[in-house]
């Protein structure tokens, strides 16, 4: 098993910015790939982005390209979501995920953190 725990949520301004962390504990040589989704109130989760275990390769949903950035460090087994510009629509509880390739990770087919709630006021 895997433990994601995420941090650094919160309240902020639109076009603030709002670094988020998640840190895996466990089974953590079976994770490749890291990476982020989100949940609106009303609206389905969505994924967000993920990043390679050698952070080789990085993906992006188009709402969020050019604002927000991944990250991870494996000596600390975290991987991070630098998110800048926000905007309300941004607003949602932000799950880190984590799984054994990237594919199976955008397939949501992956071990979940408890979530973090980002709210961007206007």
């Known amino acids: 098993q895997v433990q994601l725990v995420e941090s650094g949520g919160g309240l902020v301004q639109a076009g603030g910015s709002l670094r988020l962390s998640c840190a895996a504990s466990?089974?953590?040589?079976?994770?490749?790939?890291m990476g982020w989704f989100r949940q609106a109130p009303g609206k389905e989760r969505e994924f967000v982005a993920a990043?390679?275990?050698?952070?080789?390769?990085?993906k992006y949903a188009d709402s969020v390209k050019g604002r927000f950035t991944i990250s991870r460090d494996n000596a600390k087994n975290t991987v991070y979501l630098q998110m800048n510009s926000l905007k309300p629509e941004d607003t949602a509880v932000y799950y880190c995920?984590?799984?054994?390739?990237?594919?199976?990770?955008?397939?949501?087919?992956?071990?979940w953190g408890q979530g973090t709630q980002v709210t961007v006021s206007s």
């Open positions: 995920a984590a799984a054994e390739t990237l594919y199976l990770l955008q397939s949501e087919n992956c071990y």
């Open positions: 990043i390679s275990w050698g952070s080789s390769s990085s």
């Open positions: 466990g089974r953590t040589f079976s994770i490749y790939a």
